[in-house]
């Protein structure tokens, strides 16, 4: 959702706080601003729109400081607009927001009973004006802060910015995540380490309900009893060089390319000589009689893959849930379930929740791609997915990623529960070996592919199909081209399709259908019949011999590799991305930041 920055330096603060809103521009995009103290007095600059619009104010109008805040936005509690945009001040206090504040109202009509009149639509205003509030008392900036976090509910992270204060900063965490940067004379503050990577490899991570002080030479960190708490300085590994373009037209364009380079990445973290080699800690799958799987979006499209695959190589039954669905129906669980959570950023709300729903009464493994995120920490084990930064808010390499490491799990459960025998065993981690350089082939479609998604730029209606493993992509290719092209897609079985679907089949509806030619395809050629008889237009995406079979009648043909049947869900995720970018660019659509959209979502 929305990003937070603050630095604490002895240069000018304006430049490097919009350098570090660039790079988390992917977590909100309607408005930004930044606020400095310079000599003792509190400024502000706003802008609606792209981060651009704020450093063209910044020029005309700029605001000098070497103390600082700043935000990009990710509207939640009012419109977009430059009074809704953070960061919010009232009288001597700034504040920047991310997170959802729930009593809002209640504080509200309090704090205009008392006089203080608001301004804004959003929740955040209220943050400040009961800081205010509570300096107009006396208090000293920080016990303002420290009293008006205690009166919050709901999920935040939070950074206060006081006039007269030139070296201070509050922060405060709670459900959203929040990191401290160490420099040489100076602090920083960040949603994520990607927007400090420039400018420190040393971070603390605040934990849940941690409040810090920070001054340029010291940070005081204490939780949420008030007691002083000693949080772990890490240094982090951040490449900066991969959040950067690289000559392609949108991040999303380049992370779809990098993908047979983070699968080989992947692939030599967890096989060694030849075998499966991954952490010591997992669970014994032995004794697992039922596993569960929670994510969100794209993430829950890879757990209704893997469902497949730990059901097939292992035989123990899978149950996949929506994140934001799980806790509230309050599912039974047992002591000798493993619950598995999937999530890209390891911050997203609802899965963060649905962990703490079950962690006592479940062994605990996450499937992330920031080791050092919140899901992670709480999990009994959690294994990266080594997909690097993705900055492109439709996921690619990270869900590639995210099944490639599900796979590798599926078969260790397999093994260990004594269905896969060792020559089996093998002869699949040998056939991992093959992705990658099958991805690259498959991204020698890309030509072809763009040729198919100039004609599927015109449609307002697309299906998609899949049977089996593939009924999963084709949810993901689906919500893949309506989140960046805003053309209205589903994903279906193939067998639903005379359930209800079919009905909507004419020539100007066309059907996607991802079909490898496995034990499966005669049944899915018989649903593309069905369509082609009602005049429906088919794009059928399958390898050669699925060609030779079935491609008579077919409007448009995409052909990939073959590949190992268990392995083909990851292979066809690449014409799903691929169809939906080049449709998306055909369009003009904002390709890397959709409307509406945000890269990690931290509130429910």
Same mark, same amino acid.
């Given at each position: &959702?929305?990003?937070?920055?603050? %630095?604490?330096?002895?240069?000018?603060?304006?430049?490097?706080?919009?350098?570090?809103?660039?790079?988390?521009?992917?977590?909100?995009?309607?408005?930004?601003?930044? =606020?400095?103290?310079?000599?003792?007095?509190?400024?502000?600059?706003?802008?609606?729109?792209?981060?651009?619009?704020?450093?063209d104010?910044?020029?005309?109008?700029?605001?000098?400081g070497?103390?600082?805040?700043?935000?990009?936005? *990710?509207?939640?509690?009012?419109?977009?607009?430059?009074?809704?945009?953070?960061?919010?001040?009232? /009288?001597?206090?700034?504040?920047?927001?991310?997170?959802?504040?729930?009593? #809002?109202?209640?504080?509200?009509?309090?704090?205009?009973?008392?006089?203080?009149?608001?301004?804004? +639509?959003?929740?955040?205003?209220?943050?400040?004006?009961?800081?205010?509030?509570?300096?107009?008392?006396?208090?000293?900036?920080?016990?303002?802060?420290?009293?008006?976090?205690?009166?919050?509910e709901?999920a935040?992270?939070?950074?206060?910015?006081?006039?007269?204060?030139?070296?201070?900063?509050?922060?405060?965490?709670?459900?959203?995540?929040?990191?401290?940067?160490?420099?040489?004379?100076?602090?920083?503050?960040?949603?994520?380490?990607?927007?400090?990577?420039?400018?420190?490899?040393?971070?603390?991570?605040?934990? +849940? /309900?941690?409040?810090?002080?920070?001054?340029?030479?010291?940070?005081?960190? *204490?939780?949420?009893?008030?007691?002083?708490?000693?949080?772990?300085?890490?240094?982090?590994?951040?490449?900066?060089?991969?959040?950067?373009?690289?000559?392609?037209?949108? #991040?999303?364009?380049?992370?779809?390319?990098?993908?047979?380079?983070?699968?080989?990445?992947?692939? !030599?973290?967890?096989?060694?000589?030849?075998?499966?080699?991954?952490?010591?800690?997992?669970?014994?799958?032995?004794?697992?009689?039922?596993?569960?799987?929670?994510a969100?979006?794209?993430?829950?499209? !890879?757990c209704?893959? =893997?469902?497949?695959?730990?059901?097939?190589?292992?035989?123990?039954?899978?149950?996949?849930?929506?994140a934001?669905? #799980?806790?509230?129906?309050d599912?039974?669980?047992?002591?000798?379930?493993?619950?598995? #959570?999937?999530?890209?950023?390891?911050?997203?709300?609802?899965?963060?929740?649905?962990?703490?729903?079950?962690?006592?009464?479940?062994?605990?493994l996450?499937?992330?791609?920031?080791?050092?995120?919140?899901?992670?920490?709480?999990?009994?084990?959690?294994?990266?997915?080594?997909?690097?930064?993705?900055?492109?808010?439709?996921?690619?390499?990270?869900?590639?990623?995210?099944?490639?490491?599900?796979?590798?799990?599926?078969?260790?459960?397999?093994?260990?529960?004594?269905?896969?025998?060792?020559?089996?065993?093998?002869?699949?981690?040998a056939?991992?070996?093959?992705?990658?350089?099958?991805?690259?082939?498959?991204?020698?479609?890309?030509?072809?592919?763009? =040729?198919?998604?100039?004609?599927?730029?015109?449609?307002?209606?697309?299906l998609?199909?899949?049977?089996?493993? &593939?009924?999963?992509?084709?949810?993901?290719?689906?919500?893949?081209?309506?989140?960046?092209?805003?053309?209205?897609?589903?994903?279906?079985?193939?067998?639903?399709?005379?359930?209800?679907?079919?009905?909507?089949?004419?020539?100007?509806?066309?059907?996607?259908? &991802?079909?490898?030619?496995?034990?499966?395809?005669?049944?899915?050629?018989?649903?593309?019949?069905?369509? &082609? =008889?009602?005049?429906?237009?088919?794009?059928?995406?399958?390898?050669?011999?699925?060609?030779?079979?079935?491609?008579?009648?077919? *409007?448009?043909? %995409?052909e990939m590799?073959?590949?190992?049947?268990?392995?083909?869900?990851?292979?066809y995720?690449?014409?799903?991305?691929?169809?939906?970018?080049?449709?998306?660019?055909?369009?003009?659509?904002?390709?890397d930041?959709?409307?509406?959209l945000a890269?990690?979502?931290?509130? +429910?």
């Amino acid at each position: &959702m929305c990003g937070i920055v603050g %630095i604490l330096s002895d240069h000018e603060a304006a430049p490097v706080l919009v350098e570090a809103l660039k790079r988390l521009e992917y977590r909100g995009y309607d408005s930004a601003g930044i =606020a400095t103290v310079n000599d003792g007095k509190l400024d502000r600059r706003r802008a609606l729109g792209k981060l651009v619009n704020l450093a063209d104010l910044l020029v005309h109008d700029p605001l000098p400081g070497k103390s600082g805040i700043g935000h990009t936005r *990710w509207a939640t509690h009012g419109a977009p607009s430059v009074t809704n945009a953070h960061p919010h001040q009232s /009288g001597p206090v700034a504040v920047v927001h991310n997170g959802i504040i729930e009593n #809002f109202r209640e504080l509200r009509e309090e704090l205009v009973v008392k006089g203080y009149a608001t301004e804004t +639509e959003t929740d955040t205003e209220t943050v400040s004006l009961l800081a205010q509030s509570f300096l107009d008392q006396g208090l000293s900036p920080r016990d303002a802060a420290e009293q008006t976090v205690a009166r919050l509910e709901g999920a935040f992270a939070l950074a206060f910015l006081f006039d007269g204060e030139n070296d201070l900063i509050v922060a405060a965490r709670k459900g959203s995540p929040l990191a401290v940067g160490y420099g040489n004379g100076e602090m920083y503050l960040g949603s994520d380490a990607i927007a400090l990577a420039p400018l420190t490899d040393r971070i603390t991570y605040l934990e +849940e /309900g941690d409040r810090a002080a920070i001054t340029r030479d010291s940070v005081e960190i *204490w939780d949420a009893e008030g007691r002083v708490a000693n949080r772990e300085v890490r240094t982090i590994q951040i490449d900066t060089t991969r959040i950067e373009k690289d000559g392609h037209k949108h #991040f999303m364009a380049k992370e779809i390319a990098e993908q047979p380079m983070v699968l080989a990445n992947a692939l !030599a973290h967890y096989v060694k000589d030849g075998r499966l080699d991954m952490p010591a800690n997992l669970p014994d799958f032995a004794g697992i009689e039922r596993i569960i799987m929670v994510a969100c979006g794209t993430a829950f499209y !890879a757990c209704q893959t =893997a469902k497949y695959w730990f059901e097939h190589l292992a035989g123990v039954p899978v149950e996949v849930d929506v994140a934001s669905e #799980f806790r509230y129906r309050d599912a039974p669980v047992g002591p000798n379930t493993l619950a598995i #959570f999937v999530s890209q950023s390891g911050e997203t709300a609802d899965t963060l929740a649905a962990l703490r729903h079950v962690a006592a009464r479940a062994q605990i493994l996450s499937v992330v791609n920031v080791p050092e995120s919140s899901i992670a920490r709480e999990s009994d084990v959690a294994l990266p997915i080594h997909a690097g930064t993705e900055i492109g808010v439709a996921s690619t390499k990270a869900f590639s990623c995210q099944l490639l490491v599900l796979l590798m799990l599926a078969l260790r459960a397999g093994a260990e529960k004594g269905r896969l025998d060792k020559a089996g065993l093998d002869a699949n981690v040998a056939a991992l070996a093959t992705l990658p350089g099958l991805f690259a082939q498959a991204l020698a479609a890309s030509d072809k592919i763009q =040729a198919t998604a100039r004609k599927l730029a015109e449609a307002r209606d697309i299906l998609f199909l899949g049977r089996g493993p &593939m009924y999963p992509l084709a949810l993901e290719g689906a919500l893949k081209l309506k989140e960046i092209s805003y053309i209205h897609a589903e994903g279906y079985a193939s067998g639903e399709l005379k359930h209800g679907p079919i009905a909507l089949i004419d020539p100007n509806v066309p059907v996607i259908v &991802m079909a490898p030619a496995n034990g499966l395809f005669d049944k899915t050629v018989s649903n593309m019949q069905e369509v &082609m =008889a009602r005049g429906g237009k088919i794009v059928l995406i399958t390898d050669r011999k699925g060609r030779e079979m079935a491609s008579e009648g077919t *409007w448009q043909v %995409i052909e990939m590799p073959e590949i190992n049947e268990l392995m083909a869900p990851l292979l066809y995720a690449v014409p799903a991305q691929l169809l939906a970018y080049h449709t998306a660019d055909a369009k003009g659509t904002d390709v890397d930041q959709p409307r509406n959209l945000a890269k990690s979502v931290t509130v +429910e």
